[in-house]
Nanobody, 126 residues
Framework: QVQLVESGGGLVQAGGSLRLSCAAS????????MAWFRQAPGKEREFVAS????????RTLDSVKGRFTISRDNAKNTVYLQMTSLKPEDTAVYYC???????????????????WGQGTQVTVSS
């Protein structure tokens, strides 16, 4: 069992930056692949980025490449999402997820991920 708690969301002006954190409970954090999804009002939840349990591989949504960076610190049981050059269209609730399946699984599908946090709101004003 893994419990996930996101933090770091807030209100920021366009062009600004935020760093989201997701703290995980349990001693098996380092065995889970981790991901960030987001859900904007009236839209489906979408994949943003994922990172291999070892930290050796990452995947990122095309529309945020070059602006968002996912990373993890297994010693701290924490995964991060560094967001820069934020745009109003990045406004959403951001969710952290953990998965024990293979790295080559359908990473952009919610069903691939086993555990979810409650989400943190990110609002980007124009």
């Amino acid at each position: 069992q893994v419990q996930l708690v996101e933090s770091g969301g807030g209100l920021v002006q366009a062009g600004g930056s935020l760093r989201l954190s997701c703290a995980a409970s349990g001693r098996t954090f380092s065995t889970y692949n981790m991901a960030w999804f987001r859900q904007a009002p009236g839209k489906e939840r979408e994949f943003v980025a994922s990172i291999h349990w070892s930290g050796s591989n990452t995947r990122t949504l095309d529309s945020v490449k070059g602006r968002f960076t996912i990373s993890r610190d297994n010693a701290k049981n924490t995964v991060y999402l560094q967001m820069t050059s934020l745009k109003p269209e990045d406004t959403a609730v951001y969710y952290c997820a953990a998965g024990s399946g293979p790295w080559y699984s359908a990473y952009d599908r919610q069903a691939t991920w086993d555990y979810w946090g409650q989400g943190t709101q990110v609002t980007v004003s124009s």
